[in-house]
């Protein structure tokens, strides 16, 4: 059975930066693609960004445009999000997750990271 920890998440003020890590075990991890999500208190999940398999990435048009970055390194079976100039509205429990190339949703979640942004 797949499972995803996440850990990288904290608090750190306005301006500042994270690196979230979201290490995989239980699955082939080169043959998933990886996505980031967050959710705000009283607010729907919303897509970050993902990594496909071969490397493909797509990114929020609204989430951390041009600030947050995406890569995975399969050897380490771990998917990383940098996160720079951190804004108060990005406070939100992150989260990442696992689907197939094949599959349109994903299969395994993790149990989520708080990152909090203070002003």
């Known amino acids: 059975q797949g499972q995803l920890v996440e850990s990288g998440g904290g608090l750190v003020q306005a301006g500042g930066s994270l690196r979230l890590s979201c290490a995989a075990s239980?699955?082939?991890?080169?043959?998933?693609?990886l996505g980031w999500f967050r959710q705000a208190p009283g607010k729907e999940r919303e897509f970050v960004a993902s990594?496909?398999?071969?490397?493909?990435?797509?990114y929020s048009a609204d989430v951390g445009k041009g600030r947050f970055t995406i890569s995975r390194d399969n050897a380490k079976n771990t998917v990383y999000l940098q996160m720079n100039s951190l804004k108060p509205e990005d406070t939100a429990v992150y989260y990442c997750?696992?689907?197939?190339?094949?599959?349109?949703?994903?299969?395994?979640w993790g149990q989520g990271t708080q990152v909090t942004v203070s002003s």
């Open positions: 239980g699955l082939t991890f080169s043959f998933y693609n």
């Open positions: 990594i496909r398999w071969n490397g493909g990435i797509t």
């Open positions: 997750a696992a689907r197939t190339g094949s599959s349109s949703s994903y299969s395994y």
